[in-house]
């Protein structure tokens, strides 16, 4: 595509573009620790009075947005939590977001439907649902996750792992799959029953979650739970391997690619640390000099990379793609941003 038919289909050139894999900036936004549900295994609900949250209009969010727009073009929200949906104004606020970004929600679904379709049209939006049995039953659930998913926004749904709920895996997984639906299994950061998990994962356990996370149709989600589990769970033949998660001085590209809004809208490269702060922080959301790194920074984090889709230079590139492929927009199309990142790295 010539430059010129290019820059009509784009609109707008961004300031800062993305040239490198997966072309298109990742923001994951825990926008409040704050939830209307109580799960008894929930490690994030107690993390709310850690921070202070920040609350803003949708009329302040659309001029940072746009600013985030005229720096990046259009770039990828995942929001999280917490709940986001009981943020104030929140599907007003999404609504104002979908003009130029795209979005995916990790929810419990409890919002109201009527409501929701009301104020939030499809494009570029997708839905990350994650069930909690002890607050929801599970027909009552994936009747409203159907809806969406059939209505236009895609969705899936995240189970935690958590021991007592393992067994009612395969039919869960199966409900979905039968409709095409992807079944995602997270698996379990926290304490039960005395023991520390994922570590205290025995070995039937362990066999149950590594057969759930490869015996799907679709090979990307076999993939991404594989990834997922193999990085959260330590396999016994991986322990010698252990060093090869601690990325310091490496080359990454978060910070750049990809970046952490936590709810005070503090933006660090990545989840290390405490509040994220290890990885470096880059500033403040609203902030109108607010940028995020220009290129690849070393890592300056001397335990465990806690992210399995890390963007370390030099390792797995070819996979960014598929691994953070997201929602297209509507209108700014990641293809027209991969094309551009041709012409401009032509240039150089
Ligand atoms: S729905 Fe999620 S955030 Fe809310 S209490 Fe349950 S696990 Fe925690
Ligand atoms: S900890 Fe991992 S994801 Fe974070 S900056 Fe270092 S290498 Fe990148």
Request: glycine share 6%; net charge neutral; hydrophobic share 30%.
């Given at each position: ?173 199966k409900r979905l799959e039968d409709l095409q639906m992807y079944f995602k299994i997270i698996p379990f950061i926290g304490n039960y029953n005395g023991k520390k998990y994922p ?68 933006v660090t490269r990545c989840c290390a640390g405490y509040h994220g702060r290890e990885s470096g922080i880059l500033g403040n959301l609203l902030d109108e000099n607010f940028l995020l790194n220009d290129d690849a ?52």
């Amino acid at each position: 595509m010539k430059l010129e038919e290019l820059k009509q289909k784009m609109k707008v050139l961004p300031k800062h573009p993305r040239i490198y894999p997966p072309y298109k900036v990742h923001w994951n936004w825990d926008i409040s620790f704050k939830c209307n549900y109580k799960c008894s295994y929930c490690e994030v609900v107690r993390r709310d009075e850690e921070f202070n949250t920040q609350i803003a209009d949708t009329d302040k969010w659309r001029e940072v947005w746009n600013r985030i727009f005229d720096n990046y073009w259009c770039t990828h929200i995942r929001f999280s939590g917490g709940e986001p949906t009981i943020y104030p104004n929140f599907l007003k606020f999404l609504g104002m977001l979908l003009e130029k970004h795209t979005v995916d929600i990790t929810t419990n679904l409890s919002f109201d439907l009527n409501d929701f379709i009301d104020k939030v049209k499809p494009g570029g939006l997708s839905i990350s649902a994650s069930f909690h049995p002890e607050f929801v039953d599970f027909e009552t659930f994936f009747e409203k996750l159907k809806y969406l998913h059939f209505h236009g926004f895609p969705s899936t749904l995240s189970y935690v792992g958590y021991p007592p709920h393992l067994e009612k895996i395969p039919e869960y997984k199966k409900r979905l799959e039968d409709l095409q639906m992807y079944f995602k299994i997270i698996p379990f950061i926290g304490n039960y029953n005395g023991k520390k998990y994922p570590e205290s994962y025995d070995a039937r356990e362990k066999r149950l979650l590594e057969g759930f996370a490869t015996d799907s149709k679709d090979q990307h989600l076999n993939d991404m739970n594989s990834k997922w589990l193999e990085w959260r769970v330590e396999k016994e033949e991986n322990q010698q391997k252990k060093e090869s998660k601690i990325k310091l001085g490496k080359l990454c590209r978060m910070g750049q690619m990809y970046a952490i809004i936590h709810p005070d809208l503090e933006v660090t490269r990545c989840c290390a640390g405490y509040h994220g702060r290890e990885s470096g922080i880059l500033g403040n959301l609203l902030d109108e000099n607010f940028l995020l790194n220009d290129d690849a920074e070393s890592c300056s984090v001397s335990r465990d990379c806690p992210c399995f889709k890390g963007m370390f230079v030099g390792e797995d590139e070819d996979k960014w793609e598929p691994l953070w492929e997201a929602l297209d927009h509507p209108v700014y199309k990641l293809e027209y941003m991969r094309e551009y990142a041709k012409i401009l790295k032509g240039k150089k």
